[in-house]
């Protein structure tokens, strides 16, 4: 079955820096994109980023765009999550996510088909 | 952005009720909608997608329609795994966004 397994969260000054990972298990990784979302302790959902499954294209929601980067690693079914310049508004449980249409190019159109359990990447002095 | 916004924000209920969440957004999406169940301490999980395709998996007292700016959630005959809350979202144009959830309780 599938299996998303984030890592690489935890405690991290303001200003400072902090890579997610997330190893994908039980399908096919390369035909699909990934997601990362993200859940401020007891408030909603918020959209991160998109990476496109064949790693051409990338989209991030615009309050994050260019503090966060997204990528991947076909050949260790592996994406990772780059944040940069991190704020205490930024903590939260990060989440990777399958996106739920093969081979999506965009990341409209599509749905969080799988989710990781996530990793909690708390900003704080 | 396109902003999601659901009706009620909470909502009581009792095991076998038939109860309806409806969600709004602010421009129309087609039937570019999702909605998605979450425990505590639990990720998300994917129940309807494209406003009213079920997915895998799911039971069948779940159910959604809608299209444009208007959609509604149904659960018909709820169980007791099925307190929670729940999330609408929408795929038709970036940012992708989330309305602020519906807690169903007892």
């Known amino acids: 079955q599938v299996q998303l397994v984030e890592s690489g969260g935890g405690v991290v000054q303001p200003g400072g820096s902090l890579s997610l990972s997330c190893v994908a298990s039980?399908?096919?990784?390369?035909?699909?994109?990934m997601h990362w979302v993200r859940q401020s302790p007891g408030k909603g959902l918020e959209w991160v980023a998109f990476i496109r499954h064949d790693g051409g294209d990338d989209y991030y929601a615009d309050s994050l765009k260019g503090r966060f980067s997204i990528s991947r690693d076909d050949s260790k079914n592996t994406v990772y999550l780059q944040m940069n310049s991190l704020r205490a508004e930024d903590t939260a449980v990060y989440y990777c996510?399958?996106?739920?249409?093969?081979?999506?190019?965009?990341?409209?159109?599509?749905?969080?088909?799988?989710w990781g359990r996530g990793s909690l990447v708390t900003v704080s002095s | 952005d396109i902003q999601m916004t659901q009706s009620p924000s909470s909502l009581s209920a009792s095991v076998g009720d038939r109860v309806t969440i409806s969600c709004r957004p602010s421009q129309s999406i087609s039937n570019y909608l999702n909605w998605y169940q979450q425990k505590p301490g639990k990720a998300p999980k994917i129940l309807i997608s494209s406003a009213s395709n079920l997915e895998s998996g799911v039971p069948s007292r779940f159910s959604g329609s809608g299209s444009g700016t208007e959609f509604t959630l149904t659960i018909s005959g709820l169980q007791p795994e099925d307190f929670a809350i729940y999330y609408c979202?929408?795929?038709?144009?970036?940012?992708?966004?989330f309305g602020q959830g519906t807690r169903l309780e007892i």
């Open positions: 979202q929408q795929s038709y144009h970036t940012p992708l966004t």
């Open positions: 039980g399908f096919n990784f390369i035909n699909y994109g």
């Open positions: 996510a399958k996106d739920g249409i093969w081979s999506g190019y965009y990341p409209t159109g599509g749905y969080f088909e799988h």
